[in-house]
C-alpha cells in the first residue's frame, strides 16, 4: 500500500479478482435459473388454463323457471333430467339450475302439487345454457262418491 499524496491504493491479490468472476457467475447463474423458473411457471399455467377451458366446453347448463297459469313462482317443484337421473328443486323465485350436463338430448319432467306433471324435451349443446320455461297447468280433480245401501 502506498501513502503519497493522500490517496490510498492497493494492489488487488489474484484470489480476490477470483472471487469477484465466481460472484458474477452465480449472479448470471442465479437470473439464468429465474428466468428458466418463470418460463416453466408460465407454460405450466397456460396448460392448467388450456385443460380447464376445454373441460368446460365439453357440457352444457339446463336453467329455468317454474310458474302457475298467472305467473307466479312455484317454490319446491321437483325437476327430472331423463336419462341422466339428475334432480333439482325450484328456489323461492321459481328458478332452478343443472350444471355440467353432457351434450346430447334429455327430456325434463317438472312436478308440483295440484299440477299436472310438464314434460319437455331439450337439446344441450357444449358451452350453451339452455333456458327452460316450466308453465304449469291446474291439474283437474274429480271425486266419485259411491253410496250402496
Do not use: C
Amino acid at each position: 500500500m502506498s501513502r503519497g499524496n493522500g490517496n490510498v491504493s492497493a494492489e488487488i491479490p489474484a484470489t480476490h479478482w477470483f472471487i469477484r468472476v465466481q460472484k458474477r457467475d452465480l449472479l448470471m447463474n442465479f437470473k439464468n435459473r429465474r428466468t428458466r423458473l418463470l418460463a416453466g411457471l408460465a407454460i405450466l399455467v397456460s396448460w392448467f388454463l388450456g385443460v380447464s377451458v376445454s373441460a368446460q366446453t365439453d357440457k352444457g347448463a339446463i336453467s329455468g323457471k317454474v310458474t302457475d297459469p298467472q305467473g307466479a313462482v312455484l317454490q319446491g317443484a321437483q325437476i327430472v333430467l331423463e336419462p341422466a337421473g339428475v334432480h333439482a328443486v325450484s328456489d323461492e323465485q321459481g328458478r332452478f339450475f343443472i350444471n355440467n350436463v353432457v351434450v346430447g338430448h334429455y327430456t325434463i319432467n317438472v312436478t308440483y302439487v295440484g299440477f299436472s306433471a310438464l314434460v319437455k324435451e331439450v337439446e344441450v349443446s357444449a358451452g350453451q345454457p339452455v333456458a327452460v320455461d316450466a308453465k304449469m297447468e291446474l291439474s283437474s280433480v274429480s271425486t266419485e262418491v259411491i253410496v250402496s245401501a
